[in-house]
């Protein structure tokens, strides 16, 4: 059974930098199209990134557009979300997940497996 676990969360200030890993138990983890989404408090969860098999095409929100970078390590079995020039309303849970989607996808209903989640709260 796959499991994704996040790390890399934790309390910085406006402008700074944070970088978010996700670690993938599984063997076919480089067939798996991966995201990151979000969550802040009173708010629906939202996609912020995804990254497709061979790490060459990658998509953004365009809230994070130029600020996030989102990377993969087939190798590692792990994704990565390098957040720079955080704001405060960057605060949220940041969640990755997999999806087996045949390409790009946005949509919360195409990712079958979600880790548990990681907090970042950037403060102003």
């Known amino acids: 059974q796959v499991q994704l676990v996040e790390s890399g969360g934790g309390l910085v200030q406006a402008g700074g930098s944070l970088r978010l890993s996700c670690a993938a138990s599984?063997?076919?983890?480089?067939?798996?199209?991966m995201g990151w989404f979000r969550q802040a408090p009173g708010k629906e969860r939202e996609f912020v990134a995804t990254?497709?098999?061979?790490?060459?095409?990658?998509y953004y929100a365009d809230s994070v557009k130029g600020r996030f970078t989102i990377s993969r390590n087939n190798a590692k079995n792990t994704v990565y979300l390098q957040m720079d020039s955080l704001k405060p309303e960057d605060t949220a849970v940041y969640y990755c997940?997999?999806?087996?989607?045949?390409?790009?996808?946005?949509?919360?209903?195409?990712?079958?497996?979600w880790g548990q989640g990681t907090q970042v709260t950037v403060s102003s």
């Open positions: 599984g063997r076919t983890f480089s067939s798996w199209i």
């Open positions: 997940a997999s999806s087996k989607s045949i390409g790009p996808t946005v949509l919360e209903s195409t990712y079958d497996t």
């Open positions: 990254i497709l098999w061979g790490g060459g095409n990658t």
